[in-house]
């Protein structure tokens, strides 16, 4: 299992990757200042990569880079500076990745798996069921035989395997109504299987290309005038969203279930 070390002083963000790196089976150790950072480099006699933010309390990323390297640690930034300066700093100092905030989890784990893969910190044999997956040769094998994958395929393959027991499920529309989102809840947990668990379920409305507007408009007749007019209601409010209050509450709902996925 790969240790990575995650150097963040934001505790909600640093408890955020430990967090969704240990659901998709990696090891974590935090650190949430400079000076612990150094400590815990003391503590621990492997580390795979480490993730650091620059603007860091007592020691900054930059000035950590050169201990990090001392010991071999490969290392991706993590920073909100996004400033071509500070890119370019980063990458000639050493860092094999240099990551602006916000990011999203599944990016970073991709990122991560690459520089793993190059740096030799990755686990090369991965299983699943019968399914043996060999990431230095990029062969896959099912009872010994090996199966003929497109690299897509494998990508993909690796990724699944990587994060067994997650199901993931999207869906459309425009019902804003509580019985609309219960139906599509008891729609996604039919689909959730014995191996994985069900976490939940979030539906926020989103704009829809104009084009269906005028369908609705289209299809109006003397007789269900009423009904065409609620669909265009429904639309219109529709596209005023996602709003802040939207993403706001995706976000809490988003770390509600990596928190659940984690017990």
């Given at each position: 299992?790969?240790?990575?070390f995650v150097?963040?002083?934001?505790e909600?963000?640093?408890?955020?990757?430990c967090?969704?790196?240990t659901?998709?089976?990696y090891?974590?150790?935090p650190?949430?200042?400079g000076?612990?950072?150094?400590?815990?480099?003391?503590?621990?006699?492997?580390f795979d990569?480490?993730l650091v933010?620059i603007?860091l309390?007592?020691?900054?990323?930059?000035?950590?880079?050169?201990?990090?390297?001392?010991?071999?640690i490969?290392?991706i930034?993590?920073t909100?500076?996004n400033d071509?300066?500070?890119?370019?700093q980063?990458l000639?100092s050493?860092?094999?990745?240099?990551?602006?905030?916000?990011?999203e989890?599944?990016?970073?784990i991709?990122?991560?798996d690459?520089?793993?893969?190059?740096?030799g910190?990755?686990?090369?044999?991965?299983r699943?069921?019968?399914?043996?997956?060999r990431t230095?040769e990029?062969a896959?094998y099912?009872?010994?035989?090996a199966?003929p994958?497109?690299?897509?395929?494998?990508?993909?393959?690796?990724l699944f395997?990587k994060?067994?027991?997650?199901?993931?499920?999207?869906t459309?529309?425009m019902?804003n109504s509580?019985?609309?989102?219960?139906l599509?809840?008891?729609?996604v947990?039919a689909?959730?299987?014995?191996s994985c668990?069900?976490l939940?379920?979030?539906?926020c409305?989103?704009?829809?290309?104009?084009?269906?507007r005028q369908?609705?408009?289209?299809?109006?007749?003397e007789?269900?005038?009423?009904q065409?007019?609620?669909?265009?209601r429904?639309?219109?409010?529709?596209?005023?969203?996602?709003d802040?209050?939207?993403?706001?509450?995706?976000q809490?709902?988003?770390?509600a279930?990596?928190?659940r996925?984690?017990?």
């Amino acid at each position: 299992m790969s240790r990575i070390f995650v150097i963040e002083d934001e505790e909600a963000i640093n408890k955020l990757i430990c967090t969704s790196l240990t659901v998709a089976g990696y090891e974590t150790v935090p650190a949430y200042d400079g000076n612990e950072a150094l400590a815990k480099l003391r503590d621990f006699e492997r580390f795979d990569l480490a993730l650091v933010d620059i603007m860091l309390p007592e020691v900054d990323g930059f000035a950590l880079l050169p201990h990090l390297r001392e010991r071999g640690i490969p290392v991706i930034y993590l920073t909100a500076k996004n400033d071509i300066e500070s890119k370019v700093q980063g990458l000639k100092s050493g860092a094999e990745d240099y990551i602006v905030k916000p990011f999203e989890i599944l990016e970073l784990i991709v990122r991560m798996d690459k520089v793993l893969e190059r740096t030799g910190g990755a686990s090369k044999l991965l299983r699943a069921g019968d399914i043996e997956l060999r990431t230095d040769e990029r062969a896959v094998y099912r009872n010994g035989e090996a199966l003929p994958l497109k690299p897509l395929e494998f990508e993909l393959l690796t990724l699944f395997i990587k994060n067994k027991n997650i199901a993931l499920f999207g869906t459309c529309g425009m019902g804003n109504s509580p019985e609309y989102y219960r139906l599509i809840e008891k729609n996604v947990s039919a689909w959730v299987n014995g191996s994985c668990r069900y976490l939940g379920c979030y539906l926020c409305q989103g704009k829809m290309p104009m084009q269906v507007r005028q369908k609705y408009e289209n299809m109006r007749t003397e007789e269900n005038s009423a009904q065409v007019d609620g669909f265009i209601r429904n639309f219109d409010q529709a596209m005023t969203h996602p709003d802040r209050e939207d993403l706001k509450k995706a976000q809490e709902f988003a770390l509600a279930c990596v928190s659940r996925a984690s017990e």
